[in-house]
């Protein structure tokens, strides 16, 4: 195992480059005749092309700690389990790989779950290896034993005890594969203590598979392309399945060739360029007004890679209710799941994308239309006042960081407003917690992000809820020399809590008032890191300067108006085209 | 068939692999899916594979079988899966 402990290692630390132990210790060698379970378990990883895996050790997973010293993988420790899921995700997103973390039984398992269940909902292909009590103890209510393999049942795509020390390479190469392939999901494993420390004849293990999966029968695409062209209205509704199938290059060829305008759910932000002509932006709640009134008018939606959630469709019985659909998706169980698709095409959406070819279609009526639309409700950024704009910084941000950034949000107005108004040119750029909406996701996520892409700037961009819910990983940016950026929003409240509280619930506020905040300057700065605070319009510029200019772990706190809301926002129950968007909608309100 | 059954009710005649937690977690995204389930048989196969046989009946009459059917095949454990013996209206086929 590359050293833990080194400070500066090798995710954009001053130094670069992992460094390792002198010397292995001398309880294994390269071919030993006779392995530990654990030893098995660090070479199964290995053999999958693992390089590194986050994590936290304790009890019953002590025995693949010890011989994770005898390996080769980069662990990266860091100060919660939530904090080590999360960071596997990043990575994995960030990457295309399979992103791993590991956690020992009871209370280090159960602190994984809210990793998986956002795993599961938004795709990410992750395997968490758990340690177990002996099987001799299980059933027992041992210390710390707890039931992870049924606890996690409902948010894994499948997962493994291994109850045979023979069975860890195959169970690791299924588990890898399963993660990987088809819609991707999170596998666990999880490992009683006593095959962990049982010896076994070496065995063989296999490497990673690959799988291309195919285009949908040709019927199906010949009835897709006859929609095509029998459409007047077409528009494409982009998800994050675009990016999982690596099928950017073949959507963005297919929405050029057709000329048909797209908009994203969150998930496919930057799969089109937000900047493209004909590219509207995100739909549904806090969708861009001309992305929702395209697809509230258009005659075909085409969704590809997405899965029409509640949060893009709003009502749903009056969603695109003029459209014909066709719906992309490597996962049958998607197609027809809530929107009743009139052709359904299974299958690669990387196959099925270049496959389809309609033909020139006559829409230059519509485009037409989609550029007033797009023009008629551009966003604009003179908001009156004198205090910091957020979704002005944040669009500065964007543009003045480069193609190489990389944005993991967390969770609450300040990620709609990444959404809303950062330019992103690819969707490997956005890290954020879809379908889960799990506050404390940004940091480690961008964590995970920048060891997967140490020469990419990466920015974590959090509110002072969010980032109170893992702020202990500011240690794990330390102790490894991270170069992670953290945007701190601050407006000493849960906004987007409030916001809809002075909405929808008369103005009470209950229990949304944070300004018994830390001094986050400071709380920065006692975890090691280069801290500095904004707090008037005129100094953001300077802001984002030094921020993007500083080697090594930094926070830039902004000090923003508590009462800024989120506009346009479809109210709960209503259809996307009942967009409240902004004063007009907040008279009488406090 | 128990008094139980609807028009919407519906019998699954599943095989599953032996694996440990493959009849729980098949049951358990059935549940989740938000049907109930009812006159449950499951009966060996051989060392590898068992069948399970089971009426579901949808909490919500909007639920679709044929959705179902699917969101419990991708399932890693569930080798085959049928529905049978409806007892009024078809499954709408996947289009």
């Given amino acids: ?73 980069t662990h990266i420790l860091a100060r919660h389990e939530q904090g080590a899921v999360f960071a596997a995700e990043g990575y994995a997103r960030a990457s295309g790989k399979v992103g791993v973390c590991m956690a020992t039984s009871g209370p280090g398992a159960t602190n994984l779950i809210t990793g998986l269940a956002n795993a599961f909902l938004d795709s990410v292909p992750i395997v968490a290896v758990t340690g177990q009590v002996p099987q001799a103890m299980m059933g027992t209510d041992a210390f710390q034993e707890v039931d992870v393999f049924g606890l996690t049942m409902p948010v894994v795509k499948h997962s493994f005890i291994i109850r045979d020390i023979a069975d860890i390479p195959s169970v690791f190469a299924r588990a890898f594969a399963i993660a990987r392939e088809g819609r991707p999901g999170p596998v666990l494993i999880d490992i009683p ?23 949908a029968a040709s019927d199906h695409l010949s009835e897709a392309e006859a929609l095509l062209r029998a459409s007047k209205k077409p528009l494409l509704y982009v998800g994050g399945g675009v990016r999982i199938a690596g099928a950017v290059r073949a959507l963005r060829t297919f929405a050029g060739r057709c000329g048909i305008p797209s908009v994203t759910t969150l998930n496919g932000i930057g799969a089109i360029p937000t900047d493209d002509p004909m590219h509207l932006g995100m739909l549904g709640m806090h969708g861009l007004k001309a992305a929702n009134l395209a697809v509230q008018t258009c005659d075909l939606l085409i969704c590809a890679g997405a899965r029409f959630d509640d949060r893009a469709t709003g009502k749903l019985a009056e969603f695109a209710p003029e459209a014909r659909v066709i719906h992309l998706d490597i996962d049958n169980a998607e197609i027809s799941k809530l929107r009743r698709a009139d052709v359904g095409l299974t299958g690669g959406l990387l196959a099925n994308l270049y496959a389809l070819e309609p033909g ?53 107005q300040h990620q709609m407003w990444v959404a809303q108004h950062c330019r992103f040119r690819r969707p490997e750029a956005h890290l954020t917690s879809g379908g889960l909406g799990a506050m404390g996701f940004g940091l480690p996520a961008a964590i995970g992000a920048k060891f997967a892409r140490p020469d990419a700037t990466v920015v974590c961009v959090s509110g002072d809820g969010s980032i ?17 950026k953290i945007v701190l929003l601050d407006n000493s409240m849960l906004g987007l809590v409030r916001q809809w509280q002075d909405l929808f619930f008369g103005g009470n506020r209950s229990e949304v008032d944070l300004s018994d905040n830390p001094d986050f300057v400071k709380v920065a700065e006692a975890f090691g890191l280069t801290a500095f605070a904004v707090e008037r319009r005129e100094d953001v510029d300077a802001g984002l300067k030094r921020l993007l200019a500083t080697d090594g772990p930094v926070l830039m706190h902004v000090k923003i108006d508590s009462t800024e809301n989120v506009w346009p926002l479809v109210p709960p129950g209503a259809a996307n085209h009942d967009m409240m968007d902004g004063a007009a909608d907040t008279d009488g309100m406090p | 068939m128990t008094d139980t059954a609807t028009d919407t009710t519906r019998r699954l005649a599943l095989t599953l692999t032996t694996a440990e937690g493959a009849l729980v977690r098949t049951l358990g995204t059935i549940e989740r899916r938000g049907w109930r389930m009812s006159n449950l048989r499951c009966t060996p196969i051989d060392a590898d594979s068992q069948a399970l046989e089971l009426d579901v009946t949808p909490r919500d009459p909007s639920r679709n079988a044929d959705v179902l059917k699917r969101q419990v095949e991708r399932l890693i454990d569930v080798t085959s899966l049928e529905i049978q013996n409806t007892k009024t209206a078809t499954t709408e086929p996947t289009p």
Avoid at chain 1, 59 to 70: F, S
Avoid at chain 1, 468 to 484: C, D, K, P, S
Wanted: charged share 20%; glycine share 10%.
């Fill in chain 1, 1 to 73: 195992m590359t050293t833990a402990t080194a400070r500066k290692t090798s995710a954009g630390g001053a130094s670069g480059g992992a460094s390792k132990p002198a010397s292995k210790p001398d309880t294994a060698s390269d071919s030993p005749a006779e392995l530990l379970g654990a030893d098995l378990v660090v070479r199964a990883l290995e053999a999958q092309g693992v390089t590194t895996l986050f994590g936290y050790p304790g009890g019953a997973i002590m025995p693949i700690y010890d011989a994770l010293t005898r390996s080769n993988l």
């Fill in chain 1, 193 to 215: 203590k006593d095959i962990t420390q049982t010896s076994t004849p070496a065995l063989a293990l296999d490497g990673p598979t690959q799988s291309n999966p195919r285009a």
């Fill in chain 1, 360 to 412: 020139p279609l006559d829409i230059k009526e519509w485009t037409t239309s989609i550029a007033a639309l797009k023009s008629e409700h551009a966003w604009r950024y003179d908001a009156p006042g004198e205090g910091v704009y957020a979704p002005k910084l944040l669009k500065d941000l964007s543009e003045r960081a480069g193609d190489d950034l990389i944005i993991a949000c967390d969770v609450g």
């Fill in chain 1, 468 to 484: 109170m819910m893992n702020i202990q990983e500011l240690a794990t940016l330390n102790r490894y020399g991270v170069g992670v």
